[in-house]
């Protein structure tokens, strides 16, 4: 898919997913930004952009970390967080979930992870599950490179490995259905050793990362179907479908499953994420 069509159905997609996004995934996606925001080690006082925010799981903790002054050497000042994300509905999310918390020090941004319309400098830059989706994640990490002050941190995570997704079939499901892939190269960053890589590539230094196996728990077969098809990025393509399309690539879908479907009719489905963090120089 051309990248600029790729963004296209990317932000279209998210802008519908908003809706449902934290409902089918807050609880699911929890330890990897549980582990992300540890191996951040926001302090008080420091400034965070968060590219790829989406309705704010990292941005709204991460405000609330660095919101109170004085807790880091030099700083006489609350910090604030920046979120950015190419779809506007999900700026708008993050920005009302922000008032609603009483948090102050959130700023939401549209822009693309590959053209970030800010200067900085950050302290610390993060990204949660965003960077599968953007067509060029080189040019991304340079843009969080570019915007970080010298010596800044930043923290990334993507899904893991293919083969240790349970549901990874759900792409190739909806691409049979559509014209043109909806999430290209989706797990190609999981890979063995991929996403450090990128980040020494980047000019980051001191880069590590962890791997974490998980587990998505769906309580029966609307649930599974709903994180699948509602709350994520094929909302865009699934919501075009007529009504028979859209039952057999449910049926599809579960029939993929079936190996993770527990006797009450629960699913446990395995998954796995990397989380990588290295500093500027």
């Known amino acids: 898919m051309h990248a600029r069509r790729q963004r296209l159905v990317q932000r279209r997609g998210w802008d519908r997913a908003v809706a449902d996004y934290e409902r089918f995934w807050s609880h699911q996606l929890a330890p990897a930004q549980d582990l992300l925001l540890t191996r951040a080690g926001l302090e ?86 965003g960077l599968m989706y953007v067509p060029d994640p080189a040019r991304a990490l340079a843009e969080m490179r570019r915007v970080l002050r010298p010596g800044g941190r930043i923290v990334v995570s993507v899904w893991g490995e293919r083969r240790r997704c349970g549901w990874a079939d759900l792409f190739g499901i909806v691409d049979a259905r559509v014209t043109s892939d909806v999430c290209p190269l989706f797990f190609a960053l999981g890979g063995p050793g991929v996403l450090a890589a990128q980040l020494e590539q980047a000019g980051f230094v001191d880069v590590d990362h962890e791997r974490l196996s998980t587990e998505l728990g769906y309580a029966d077969d609307d649930q599974a179907i709903g994180a699948a098809f509602l709350g994520g990025p094929v909302a865009l393509a699934y919501a075009h479908f007529d009504q028979p399309t859209r039952a057999a690539a449910e049926r599809e879908y579960l029939d993929s499953l079936a190996g993770f479907r527990t006797a009450s009719g629960t699913y446990k489905v395995p998954g796995e994420f990397v989380v990588a963090w290295a500093t500027r120089p």
């Open 44 to 129: 008080a006082g420091e400034d965070v952009i968060d590219v790829a925010c989406g309705t704010g799981l990292v941005t709204l903790p991460a405000a609330a970390t660095v919101a109170v002054a004085g807790g880091a050497p030099g700083r006489d000042r609350s910090g604030r967080v920046t979120a950015t994300d190419l779809s506007p509905a999900m700026v708008a999310e993050v920005e009302a979930q922000a008032r609603s918390t009483g948090l102050t020090n959130v700023e939401g941004v549209r822009c693309g992870a590959e053209d970030l319309t800010v200067d900085g400098p950050y302290d610390v830059a993060l990204c949660s599950l």
